[in-house]
Nanobody
Framework: QVQLVESGGDLVQPGGSLKLSCAASGRVISTYDVDWYREVPGKQRELVAG???????KYADSVKGRFTISRDNVKNMVYPQMTSLKPEDTGVYYCNARKEGAAYWGRGTQVTVSS
């Protein structure tokens, strides 16, 4: 079993930056693909960014050029760095780690972008 804990969510003004963290325990996730999702009330949870175990990254069109995802396999953590934040980036951000058909979720961290 893998336990994931997200942190770093906060209230930030438009144009600001945040760095979220996903801390994994239970197993080493260096061989897992890890994705970050955003959930807004009334909408389906959407993929925001992802990083494979090889370090290949992907981003939703809405965040390309503004978000950067990275991982630290020594610390067993994954980080999305978010810049130039917009009100539409508001939501609960979830970390998802998956490997060989198994998938694990954290409980999320709230990001609110508002003036």
């Amino acid at each position: 079993q893998v336990q994931l804990v997200e942190s770093g969510g906060d209230l930030v003004q438009p144009g600001g930056s945040l760095k979220l963290s996903c801390a994994a325990s239970g197993r080493v996730i260096s061989t897992y693909d890890v994705d970050w999702y955003r959930e807004v009330p009334g909408k389906q949870r959407e993929l925001v960014a992802g990083i494979t175990w090889r370090g290949e990254t992907k981003y939703a069109d809405s965040v390309k050029g503004r978000f950067t995802i990275s991982r630290d396999n020594v610390k067993n953590m994954v980080y999305p760095q978010m810049t130039s934040l917009k009100p539409e980036d508001t939501g609960v951000y979830y970390c998802n780690a998956r490997k060989e058909g198994a998938a694990y979720w954290g409980r999320g961290t709230q990001v609110t972008v508002s003036s």
